[in-house]
């Protein structure tokens, strides 16, 4: 039998060793009592393989307006892996989101972790504690706008390459 509370303490212990900015409220999320793990059908994966997953699933986030934390630190993690590196990926679940951890190996050093929500849905409300003001402060994921009108339309004449110059 697995133990499940002490599965989650180690976890956030290592999200506190770790280099994420949003730690603390990655680790808040794993405490919750509503949070548990799930069943992944995938838990191996290499970093090259992660960083194509993740690099699609940012610009499926940024264009479903869906709320996440430590994607970011996550893709420039990566980045710097080799793309053969081995990594394995912890899910954890509560009724509206969803945490994925990766780390090096077994249990080894967390590489990353990703946590989001459904689309427009708010991440789960977050205080920082004290211990948290000593970390360098969270960077807010961007708000992204998809009102057309307000994007700023390019003169015609900039992109005519078959002009003809009269100079």
Not at 102 to 115: F, K, M, Q, T
Request: overall charge positive.
């Amino acid at each position: 039998m697995r133990d499940i509370s002490g599965d989650k303490a180690r976890l956030v212990e290592a999200l506190g060793a770790s280099r994420i900015v949003e730690r603390d409220r990655l680790a808040a999320f794993v405490r919750d009592p509503a949070t548990a793990f799930a069943a992944n059908p995938f838990p191996s994966a290499t970093a090259g393989a992660a960083r194509q997953c993740w690099g699609l699933r940012e610009i499926e986030f940024e264009a479903m307006l869906v709320a996440s934390a430590g994607l970011r630190c996550l893709m420039a993690a990566l980045s710097d892996l080799p793309a053969g590196e081995e990594l394995r990926q912890e899910i954890l679940r509560s009724p509206t989101h969803v945490l994925y951890v990766l780390r090096c190996g077994e249990s080894g050093p967390i590489v990353g972790a990703v946590l989001h929500g459904k689309p427009r849905e708010a991440l789960p409300p977050f205080t920082p504690t004290a211990r948290s003001a000593t970390v360098p402060p969270v960077v807010p994921e961007r708000r992204v706008t998809t009102n057309r009108a307000s994007r700023r339309r390019v003169d015609a004449r900039q992109l005519d390459l078959f002009a003809t110059s009269t100079s």
